[in-house]
């Protein structure tokens, strides 16, 4: 049904009007409820005590700081270089198993760094079966030799290192991908090798999109929990959920909370202005870069460069989960752990329609209406990207809390009725964090598949009747549902790997598979958490098999 129309052909300006009122007050509200979280911890901070801070900055805090700094540092310094080579070797060289590697490379990222922690603590750690080995075979005992210890800082930045650079890789190969050949053989024609060709000019060309990669990896990891909480690695993550349960101190977790927000933002703000800056980055792409073949020792070296991320991030692992889950008792099957796939799968999946759901709306308002408001409230959108799941669980359980125990203690006080906990230890309070935790990735979907659709059919669509509503729900969502679905998975397996946020906040016995595995390994019942682990990772396969499609298509 359409709008009547004015003489002048146009359709009545209350139905328009309310349409556009509507979607931006949900969009703003959506971007009001992403905010929630940062100016909670910012007044808990405040107005908390500091005793325990104050206890904290006497002992550990430093120790905090130090170690976050070191570990985002030696992340991204890693991420850089493996995901820079690869991507520069499997798109500008031409060698033995290219095309598979290619692929390959991107899997990793179907598995959170703690399940690779669990797997190479099992291997190299003292009982392990490296270790074992050396000694039968040296008749060494404990102290007779020095083995790097896994449970260290260097082992936590390894393990996040090798799930995290595919975010590296995948941009860096989609800008060298993009590149004209053109600059490329003018350097060559100066006489520059391959290699100095690649420094001077390739590479400088795509430091924007290699930048924006980087910059993701350090979101990861200030946010990480599972693997640094394992490896007994003292940061901001493991302070804050210290705080929370051992010391029950709330205050002290939100002031821990500030610090982490603090930087957090500061990275979010830079991958912001360098995203800003890419768009002058890249030339027009005229024509394809020949491939360079290598030969003799360079095409070993080249396949040793690009295979071992993928030994070490995903064939090693699986193998090692593989022998665990074989000996561990754990059936997958048993009503327990179909319980624990049940309520991760719920999570999950409405999670992904929440988060989809509110992408397409502050999507659609900010293409709709092209105002400062509109931006101001995707940036805020954004952000939560950045903040660490622990951050998020702290900034919504304050408020919240506050808020059900005033409600209880007026009902109590007028009616003689108690509300108990409406929000607090609810799903959907859980649920709204992961919104807020994961909603840019969904915009970043939405955005890449609405950047092709024209504005002209925007302006079809209203002349035809439509209302904003009506163009979002018959056009847009129609043209976009590719993007959208993609979006959709990609929500959900990231929800499936969600570890601090779950912890603090999921309800009284609702455990998930990432609980559950994080359990069992707190525990060192590490053949245990083999078993969910590996159930984690298969569901974190469907993104990655969607992105090599992708990449295979696009490189076709």
Known sequence: MTDSLHPSGQPDRPTWFFADKAIGAVAFLVAAFCLLPHVAVLLASISGDTDTLRHLADTVLGRYAGNTLMLVLIVGLTTFLIGTIAAWLVTMCDFPGRRWLEIALVIPLAFPAYVLAYAYTHVLDHPGIVQTVLRDLTG????????????SLGGAAAMLSLVLYPYVYLLARAAFLGQSATTFLAARSLGKSPLSAF?????????????????LTMMETIADFGTVSYFGVQTFATGIYTSWFSLADRGAAAQLSLGLLAFALLLAMLERANRGRARFSNGKRQDTIARIPLRGGAKIAAFALCGLPVL???IIPVIALGVMAIGSQQDLFSPRYLRFIANSLT????????????????????RLRNTRAASGAMYVARVGYAVPGGVIAVGLIVPFAAFDNALDSFMRDTFDVSTGLLFTGSIWLLIGAYLIRFLAA????????IASVSRNIDAASRVLGQTSVGTIRRVHVPLLTPSLLTAALIVFVDVMKELPATLIMRPFNFDTLAVQAFRLASDERLSGAAVPSLAIGAIGLLPVILLCRRVARHDA
């Open 347 to 366: 999570l999950a999946g409405i999670a992904a329609l929440v988060t989809v759901g509110a992408a397409v709306l502050l999507g659609s308002f900010a």
């Open 140 to 151: 060494w005992g404990p102290r007779d030799y020095w083995f790097p210890e896994i449970r």
């Open 199 to 215: 420094l001077t000019v390739s590479l400088p060309l795509a430091r924007p999109a290699i930048a924006a990669g980087v910059l």
């Open 312 to 314: 070490f991030g995903v």
């Open 442 to 449: 969904a915009l970043g979907a939405y955005e890449g598949g």
